[in-house]
């Protein structure tokens, strides 16, 4: 039997190897166009930034190892040209010349190339990608050579790491990107504590903007953008999206979507005969059902390695699941981790949700170096978890890693409130983040609790009294125009004052953090009163208007 796999490091790579388990005598040929089969790209960014020092860590086996470890024929620099599927083989373009390759099945693994939007002098030399090692030992020179100016364009998750890489060398920064905020699977009112950070470590932020032209100059590149900021350009970083490397494949008549390779859970194409995994495939997604190419490690990784075994008619082999997109990103100081659905993708696929805001501590407050844990979740009506993400300085991984967990398992937000999970003052609180998700959630659902959302703030302004039931310190730092300021410890003897000022509107509660007005709108609900909660406070409000806040929040709450 003749295996024949296109393209290495995740998907394809894995697939070789896990076949390989299951037949000894299979011939396993791999292609790779490239020069290296098996590298460390998820590290790439450190070896610019230097933190990586040699590119050969980032190569984790060659030809001559997995040929020695596995027994795998594999074939760098070849280059798949075209694909016959009713004759089972592949034109293929060799270091020597064309040569023609049969196959008894086909693992297409091609994976994804940096995409070229439609921007003038984009062909100049100092523009890089960031996908290859390659890629990351020329920058890496450009950063050691004297180069001093950089720009990224796109601030994705490969954006923001090569950003802070390039200021990390040394370099002045400026980061680009299209859309209004930067990392835009990530919440907006998480994004703007991205910004703020990047912003920290000196790295200019230019979002909902985009490139416009690059003019090559003699002893630098002039980036301009089309709300008309110009700054030069030493190095050029272009970070704005992949594009599913499939040319061949489509042209072979396999049905793709988007121009990614669509698959069933077993990793089968359209194709008798021929699987797909990693960046160039596309399927289902875990909580929309809508379908999206996943460019991750970790999904590639697997599903290759469930490919084999269907390839091998193995009994027991499990489907390739939907994924949920968990990832996880340093930025500075701080790190940034999602998984499952945003707002965009719950709005387009018609889900309705509730949004939970909660902004912990990521371990005792009582131990020293406590700090907020911000923290975004989505639950549906009938209490799935359907998104979370989070950003702080520790512990955001962990906690992202056990939602992505419970949502895989199929535990509901309540279910989260009864998780054993571990708990050290350096570490945690004995109420965790992930078990108060579960708290509040299950408040919501049961209607002891009923929140109103910062994106609401001038309607409840004009229908509502809005009380704010922070200390008077608090609120003399800053408070909504024309609220009324009762401490949540005052507001059973003042209930009079909250009746004489709503003049039977309703009341909008806040707080710093979601804590003392959840206390205050049990107080008002069973005194009668029309209440809701602001969901994550004052925190959640600042984190929503980011730099336009001063005009929201005045001192002492007087009139703007």
Not at 365 to 390: I, M, N, S, T
Not at 426 to 445: C, F, H, I, S, T
């Amino acid at each position: 039997m003749r295996i024949v796999i296109v393209g290495g490091v995740a998907a394809g790579m894995s697939a070789a190897a896990r076949a390989r388990r299951h037949d000894e005598t299979a011939e396993i040929v791999v292609l790779e166009r490239g020069p290296e089969v098996s590298f460390a790209n998820c590290g790439l960014p450190y070896h610019v930034s230097g933190e990586i020092a040699d590119a050969a860590s980032l190569l984790l086996h060659t030809p001559a190892s997995l040929r020695a470890a596995l027994n795998l024929d594999v074939r760098t620099h070849h280059e798949v040209l075209a694909l016959d599927t009713e004759a089972r083989t592949l034109t293929v373009q060799t270091p020597t010349g064309l040569d023609t390759l049969e196959y008894d099945a086909l693992v297409l693994a091609p994976g994804a190339v940096a995409a070229r939007p439609p921007i003038d002098g984009l062909d100049s030399a100092r523009v890089h990608t960031l996908r290859t090692v390659a890629d990351a030992v020329a920058l890496r020179e450009r950063v050691t050579g004297g180069d001093r100016r950089a720009v990224v364009l796109g601030a994705g998750f490969i954006g923001l790491e090569a950003a802070e890489a390039l200021r990390h060398a040394g370099l002045e920064v400026d980061l680009v990107e299209r859309a209004d905020h930067v990392l835009p699977p990530l919440e907006r009112e998480l994004a703007s504590l991205v910004r703020d950070e990047l912003t920290g470590l000196g790295i200019r932020v230019h979002d909902g903007a985009a490139a416009l032209r690059i003019t090559p100059g003699a002893d630098a590149d002039v980036v301009e953008l089309d709300d008309g900021a110009r700054f030069p350009a030493d190095v050029i970083v272009l970070s704005v999206g992949v594009t599913p490397d499939t040319g061949f494949a489509q042209a072979a008549g396999i049905r793709t979507l988007r121009g990614a390779i669509a698959v069933d859970d077993r990793g089968r194409t359209s194709a008798a005969g021929v699987w797909a995994a990693g960046d160039a495939t596309v399927r289902p997604t875990a909580v929309t059902g809508v379908s999206a190419p996943v460019a991750l490690a970790g999904p590639a990784n697997r599903a290759g390695r469930l490919v084999a075994d269907d390839i091998f008619g193995i009994a027991d082999a499990r489907p390739v699941p939907a994924s949920l997109g968990t990832a996880v990103v340093r930025v500075g100081a701080l790190t940034a981790a999602l998984t499952g659905a945003n707002r965009d993708a719950l709005d387009a696929a018609g889900i309705a949700y509730r949004t939970l805001h909660l902004h912990p501590n990521q371990h005792a407050g009582y131990f020293p170096g406590a700090l907020p844990l911000h923290l975004v979740v989505h639950v549906a009506a009938d209490g799935r978890l359907l998104g979370a993400q989070a950003v702080g300085t520790e512990g955001v991984d962990k906690r992202i890693d056990v939602l992505a967990t419970a949502m895989r398992a199929g535990l509901t937000a309540a279910d989260l409130i009864d998780l054993d999970l571990a708990y050290a003052p350096p570490y945690g609180q004995a109420k965790d983040a992930v078990n108060l998700v579960g708290m509040v959630a299950e408040n919501v659902a049961a209607g002891r609790l009923r929140l109103w959302y910062a994106d609401q703030l001038e309607e409840v302004r004009a229908e509502a009294l809005v009380l704010d039931v922070r200390s008077a310190t608090e609120f003399a730092g800053g408070g909504i125009p024309g609220s009324l300021n009762i401490p949540h410890n005052e507001l059973r003897d003042r209930l009079d004052e909250v009746r004489e000022a709503a003049d039977g509107r309703p009341v909008r509660v806040l707080c710093a953090a979601g804590v003392r007005s959840n206390i205050a709108h049990r107080i008002l609900v069973n005194n009668g009163f029309d209440s809701a909660s602001l969901s994550g406070g004052i925190q959640t409000l600042r984190h929503w208007y980011g730099a336009d806040v001063d005009r929201i929040l005045t001192p002492e709450g007087a009139p703007a």
